[in-house]
Antibody
């Protein structure tokens, strides 16, 4: 069955870089778009960006200058990297699947809690 | 960016009651709207897409309606397992945007 699971550090220091991996099973990354969404106390659910089935990416301009999304299809993994972290980046980070012609998020990972603090 | 405004922010209802949650978009989103349910400590789960289509496996007591800028989620015969926060999301344009959520509790 379809599964998504995020892994990443629980704690990151301000100004440092956040790296999160989303490992998927039950479907191919070459057939679906993979999204990143975060949930913070200050702004609620925020769409961050995605990587298309073909490998190209789009980012929310709110994060564009410091966000990077990539993937390794051989390992069924999608990666999020965001630099210059601030305390306001504290929250839960989710990966989610979007169908190519079904532009809503039909499966979500469990999320990973990230705390930005020194 | 398209702004999504949900109301009410919180709601208390009794078992068996019918509940309505509203979502207002800042511009026409042509029914490109999804509703998600998020239970405490869990990730959001898709309930409704295209404003009124029920996702596979979602109980039929959930329904969505609306068009243009105004949408609603209806829960008939409220069950205890429906206690959750509900979010709307537009996918008519980028950036995808979410409503602020409606927290549903039992009275």
């Amino acid at each position: 069955q379809v599964q998504l699971k995020e892994t990443g550090p629980g704690l990151v220091q301000p100004t440092q870089t956040l790296s999160i991996t989303c490992t998927v099973s039950g479907f191919s990354l070459t057939s679906y778009y993979m999204q990143w969404v975060r949930q913070t106390p200050g702004k609620g659910l925020e769409w961050m960006g995605f990587i298309r089935s073909g490998g190209s990416t789009e980012y929310n301009s709110e994060f564009k200058s410091r966000l990077s999304i990539s993937r390794d299809t051989s390992k069924n993994q999608v990666f999020l990297k965001m630099n210059s972290l601030k305390t306001e980046d504290t929250g839960v980070y989710y990966c989610a699947r979007e169908g190519v012609k079904q532009p809503y998020f039909d499966y979500w990972g469990q999320g990973v809690m990230v705390t930005v603090s020194s | 960016d398209i702004r999504m405004t949900q109301s009410p922010a919180s709601l208390s209802a009794s078992l068996g009651e019918t509940v309505n949650i509203e979502c207002l978009a800042s511009e026409d989103i042509y029914s490109d709207l999804a509703w998600y349910q998020q239970k405490p400590g869990k990730s959001p789960q898709l309930l409704i897409y295209n404003a009124n289509s029920l996702q596979n496996g979602v109980p039929s007591r959930f329904s969505g309606s609306g068009s243009g800028t105004q949408y609603s989620l209806k829960i008939n015969s409220l069950q205890s397992e429906d206690v959750a926060t509900y979010f709307c999301q537009q996918y008519n344009n980028y950036p995808r945007t979410f409503g602020g959520g409606t927290k549903l509790e039992l009275k």
